[in-house]
């Protein structure tokens, strides 16, 4: 006699304590703290950190353990946490050209005021296996130098003193800056929306789509106008007090894009901008965040829309990796009820097939 | 660390005043998808994010909540959901379909009548009833501004050219209140009439598209159909093999490797107690016997 | 329709476009164009690639918007209104009932992945047809009309060839019985031998529906056969109107003789 299903709560209890006991792995093998992974897996606390959109090494290394490594996993677990934490209120917008710059490069000028500054960077070492880092290794202590802080004006503000580059868009001063984790999104979507959204969105997603602009779907003719690495103060105006309080300094790293533009009637011809901003060393996303930001500019600029890395629609409602992971997943909840709707369909659809082509047979022998 | 502390209902309170505005809105407006600011949830997307939002918004202390998934309530999903409110709302649960205030569900409608004051929560994964007909968010905000539903009906015309009667099983299309064209998340078409003037509140949360609809008690909700090939509700002809209900949604349980099979009540709960007043299917009752073919 | 319509009405313009501009940047795409066009009237609107006749022919099927001038259109109640006061709604409205829009690919106009059928049936079902066996009945009977074998009404128009697609989209505007048809380049892109019968079909239906139209194109051996007048357009200018053989056998301006005589061999 068949039985109804039970004990799916135990079912489930059961099958975490599993999850518990694989997480932790051989258990002779010393556990990994939090500690390990932000010092020695801290780009992948970086990249954490930015698309889960919030600034806590300890919780992003945590979350990583806790993934078991899974990233989208452990970006996951940050969002669900940041979603409950109370808004006192936004920052003042930090200014990167106060950066306390550790790496800063440009492709467009060979030199450029403050210098080109390699900085920690994977550029230029082979990728080789390097067994050495198996066990044991000390590596020398970093090259250091006696220099005096030396001003690094940013690429794009020496262009835009002639005139070369477009005028940083600058939103609306009355208007807040839009939130999309606090008001539904809705299209068109205004910059600062975008770039929210290309700063939460999956690496590899904006990867690909950067990728895809270079390679002619909807191209911009990018320069990598700088890139730099460092940290920067947060601060918060105090209402109170009447003055902006320091609330301490975070690591970002900014890509500018500078790209072709033709002008139009109206407009000469000049360089226009594609901005990325990352919380962290995470260079590959500010590079593509930056390539996709000018593509999506394309209705602004007047440019004709024909690839996906231009579409804001499809870009945006695409980007998120929780969102995609989610949705793609959930195929593996139970779907017995539509499949039996389907299947009863189909059984009836077959049953119609083959008695109309049983009714068609006897001509059929009749002809032969 | 900073260990966090939960709001009754996990959400916190301004996110709830918000959820209950839009709610209102949809309530305002049957059929009309509300956009609202979703949050991240702790379970993942196309989880019932949607549906849990909703139901953690409208939650009072008092309430009793069910929660079921494929009709049933011991479905794993249905299973983490009843605890997760268990937790962090200490609300009352129940299997009961009669006992319960509000009941979440993904793709069913309970099979014993609602009545006034319960509210029916659905986890909703595409809110959109032209979204695989017309991609485009802006263009289908634009077409159920207009009441513009020329293309849906060319689905349904593109049916019976080709089977001669609609082939659309699940997720059939209705027209809420004589104005909107409404998905009814991915129920089957065997419990769309149940939507019509039904006196319980019908609440649709979609969590990753952002939406959130309704259908106020008493309103006539109308699947799509043509004058001449009229909406017709599917079910399996055979009586439920535990409790012999005629009138319920069935499961098919697939029973060994040749072709041995059965059919039972997919709302566990009703199955359940027509079995405790007495009631009983017999396996054999009604063997499905496949045609033969070829 | 026409037999509905009595007498007066049709003294009136059905539609009239007054001092219409259009610029984009410093490119002036079409300069203050003023007509009237009278119901059952077929105008041909000819000229150059780069004329602005496709400009003009957006102007005034209110796809775009003029930077001066306006549009008005007589509805079918009788009262003549400015297209750009009309509400989104009442403009969709109009495009999918009084008025059809022949595009010159007919993949523009058409659902390709969709049977011929629903292609016709699709205006029907948006003004409220509800009768699955009525709309199939009209849609068999337009595509006879449009000389389209009634047994490929289930195929999609992917699987149709380059002259019946374009015939199926006539039906499609045609099934409404609009009074007023927009066509862009409607040859264009087909054969000769194909585009001799389009030609024949389109004639013979304005004139057995009374349609108004407005053709753009830059084939006067279309103009000569559809219309009953021709505006030559160059660099965004009307720069000649008047009756289709007038204009053709008898130009005035140099323009229109060298396009007369260039493209119209006697």
Known sequence: MYVAVKGGERAIENAHRLLAHERRGDRDVPEVTLAQISEQLSLGVDRVMTEGSLYDRELAALAIKQARGDMIEA?????????????????????????????????????????????????????????????????????????????????????????????????????????????????????????????????????ALGYSSQRGYGRSHPFAGEIRLGEVEVEFMAEDAGFAVPLGSITLTECQMVNQFKGSATEAPCFTRGYGLAFGQSERKTMSMALVDRSLRARELGEEIIAPAQDEEFVMSHSDNVQATGFVEHLKLPHYVDFQSELGLLRKLRNEFSEAADASSPMQEAAE | MNAPAYNFA????????????????????????????????????????????????????????????????????????????????????????????????????????????????????????????????????????????????????????????????????????????????????????????????????????????????????????????????????????????????????????????????????????RQSSGHRGSENAAPHKERAHG | MAENQDAAADDQPLLIADRLSKAYGRLTACRDVSFALYPGEVLAIVGESGSGKTTLLQLLSAQLVPNAGCVSYRMRDGVTRDLAALGEAERRFLFRTDWGYVHQDPAQGLRMAVSAGANVGERLMAVGWNHYGRIRDTASSWLERVEIDVGRIDDAPRTYSGGMRQRLQIARNLVTEPRLVFMDEPTGGLDVSVQARLLDLMRNLVSELGLAAIVVTHDLAVARLLSHRVMVMKGGRVIETGLTDQVLDDPREPYTQLLVSSILPA
């Open chain 1, 75 to 207: 970006i996951f677990l940050i969002r669900a946490f940041r979603a409950t934490l109370p808004r006192f209120g936004a920052t003042e917008p930090v200014d990167t050209g106060q950066m306390q710059v550790r790496r800063r490069i440009s492709s467009t000028f060979k030199d450029i005021p403050g210098g080109q500054i390699l900085g920690p960077t994977f550029d230029y070492t082979h990728r080789l296996l390097d067994p050495q880092l198996a066990d044991g290794f000390l590596p020398e202590p970093p090259a250091t130098s006696d220099t005096s802080p030396v001003a690094m004006p940013r690429v794009t503000d020496i262009l835009g003193r002639d005139g070369l580059i477009e005028a940083s868009p600058r939103a609306d001063a009355v208007l807040p800056v839009g939130d999309l984790t606090r008001e539904p999104l809705s299209f068109p979507a205004d910059r600062d929306l975008r770039l929210q959204n290309l700063a939460r969105a999956d690496e590899g997603f904006l990867l």
């Open chain 2, 10 to 273: 996990y959400l916190d309170e301004q996110t709830k005043r918000m959820i209950r505005r839009a709610i209102l809105k949809a309530i305002a407006i049957p059929g009309y998808q509300v956009p609202f600011a979703s949050r991240e949830m702790p379970m993942p997307y196309g989880w019932g994010t949607g549906g849990v939002q909703v139901t953690a918004a409208i939650l009072g202390p008092n309430d009793v909540l069910k929660v079921i998934d494929q009709g049933s309530d011991d479905t794993t999903n249905a299973i983490s959901i009843r605890k997760f409110f268990a937790k962090t709302a200490g609300v009352a649960t129940t299997t009961a379909t009669a006992d319960a205030t509000v009941i979440q569900t993904r793709h069913r409608i309970p099979e014993a009548p609602l009545h006034g004051g319960q509210v029916l929560v659905y986890q909703v994964p595409i809110p959109e009833p032209l979204r695989f007909l017309e991609p485009r968010e802006t263009e289908t905000r634009r077409m159920h501004a207009l009441g513009e539903y020329g293309l849906i009906h060319v689905k349904l015309y593109e049916d019976i050219a080709r089977f001669g009667h609609i082939a659309t099983s699940y997720a059939y299309p209705v027209k809420v209140n004589a104005r909107y064209v409404m998905d009814p998340s991915p129920t089957p078409k065997f419990d769309n009439p149940k939507m019509d003037n039904c006196p319980a509140l019908q609440l649709f949360g979609a969590g990753r598209e952002k939406r959130i609809y309704a259908i106020p008690p008493h309103t006539s909700v109308l699947s799509l159909d043509f004058e001449d090939h009229p909406f017709t509700r599917y079910r399996f002809d055979a009586p439920c093999a535990l409790c012999g209900a005629e009138d319920s949604y069935l499961d098919e349980i697939v029973t060994d490797d040749r072709g041995g099979r059965m059919f039972v009540c997919s709302d566990t709960d009703y199955c359940e107690t």
